[in-house]
């Protein structure tokens, strides 16, 4: 069976026919139907998931119904046809992305009456034939707390193209830095926890369950979709991310991510709450504000007033300039004048384009006694 990366699982989707069923295996949690929605979007298809897992094969079939025909000797009769359903009938008319999710989590009647559409694209039972350009993906979870079927048959599995996904960090982390597409403003994965996991190896392993994990039912492990709901959770209106020190902030990742991951992650965060850079001041100022709460001091200010002081010697770009500006208007008058003169000496580019924004509050720090306190008078 072939082990592919992300970026070769949709490149090997667009160049098989669509006539060849596609089994995907991989980790719960690894991002498999995620993915299926990615190549519809990269196809342009819609994109219609079947959770195989819950339906019975009436969902499949559809509802029977009673249909009059003729018989050869002129005698009429009834038989049973069923309705079609509406995951199928789209498939029929249009070429969509199938995905038959968690394929070996269904019961075995359902597996039954699914086979005809994986191995023949068609139902007779309901009158479907699936449109040419129609794609099945089917999903397997893998694990030995899942079932082996028919699926698995050896002269069945040589009917379709088999391989099992094998996401890499990086991948993730790419997806990661993509704007969320719930929720306006945000990514998928805030930036700071982005950077715990690919910080080296205690961010790395935190990222998801070793393969030989054992996992008994009142464990928890953490997994790329658990990291997902948990960056949801924690970035939402409690804003709970800049709040490790707070007991909920703990059970809400343990929660998610087990036990082992969450400490780690909390002893990472209440560090990384007290440290700031250049960089992240000058791409989200508020948000540094409001990260650093009651430990944004006079010392703090200082601290930032020396970062900035080697960085500005560089062209800023116009989202830098805004957030320069507001972090100066917010700053102690002291350090405002201390970053005012850091820009002063080391670009008059910067110079230029800050001074209109800030001459305001120049001018009112120049007539306070700001000025004498500074320069030792």
């Not at 719960?28 to 298809?45: A, E, H, L, P, Y």
């Not at 009158?127 to 794609?135: G, I, Q, V």
């Not at 384009?353 to 001459?359: D, G, N, S, T």
Request: charged share 25%; hydrophobic share 40%.
């Amino acid at each position: 069976m072939s082990e592919v990366t992300i970026k070769e699982f949709i490149e090997a989707v667009e160049t098989l026919p669509p006539s060849i069923t596609i089994k995907c295996t991989g980790r719960s949690g690894i991002g498999k139907t995620d993915v299926c929605r990615q190549i519809g979007k990269k196809m342009n298809k819609p994109v219609v998931i079947c959770h195989m897992a819950q339906y019975t094969e009436a969902d499949i079939l559809g509802l029977p119904f009673k249909v009059e025909v003729c018989r050869p000797d002129g005698t009429r009769d009834f038989i049973t046809k069923f309705a079609r359903p509406d995951m199928l009938y789209k498939a029929m008319v249009e070429p969509v992305i199938l995905v038959l999710d968690e394929l070996n989590r269904a019961k075995a009647e359902t597996l039954q009456v699914t086979f005809p559409l994986l191995l023949e694209r068609r139902l007779e039972s309901n009158d479907t034939t699936l449109h040419a350009e129609t794609r099945i993906i089917a999903l397997e979870n893998v694990g030995a707390e899942y079932a082996v079927t028919m699926f698995d048959d050896r002269a069945y599995a040589d009917r379709f193209w088999t391989c099992k996904l094998n996401p890499t960090i990086d991948e993730w982390l790419d997806w990661g830095s993509w704007p969320d597409a719930t929720r306006l403003g945000k990514q998928n994965i805030d930036q700071i926890i982005r950077t715990f996991i690919a910080g080296g190896s205690a961010g790395n392993s935190c990222l998801e369950a070793p393969d030989d994990a054992s996992i008994g039912s009142d464990e928890k492990f953490p997994s790329r979709r658990a990291w997902k709901r948990l960056n949801d959770t924690l970035t939402g209106k409690t804003d709970l991310l800049n709040k490790p020190e707070e007991g909920l902030f703990f059970k809400i990742c343990s929660g998610f991510i087990g036990t082992a991951a969450s400490v780690t992650f909390k002893t990472y965060m209440q560090d990384a709450t007290k440290r700031v850079s250049a960089e992240e001041c000058l791409v989200n100022w508020k948000k540094v504000k409001d990260r650093l709460g009651d430990r944004l001091d006079q010392n703090k200010y200082i601290e930032i007033a020396l970062l900035l002081h080697e960085y500005v010697s560089q062209t800023l770009s116009d989202r830098q300039v805004v957030q320069l500006v507001k972090l100066m208007q917010d700053s102690p008058p002291e350090i405002f004048l201390k970053i005012y003169e850091s820009i002063s000496r080391q670009n008059g580019v910067n110079l230029k384009v800050v001074h209109p924004h800030v001459k305001l509050r120049l001018v009112e720090v120049a007539n306070s006694d700001v000025i004498q306190k500074v320069s030792g008078g």
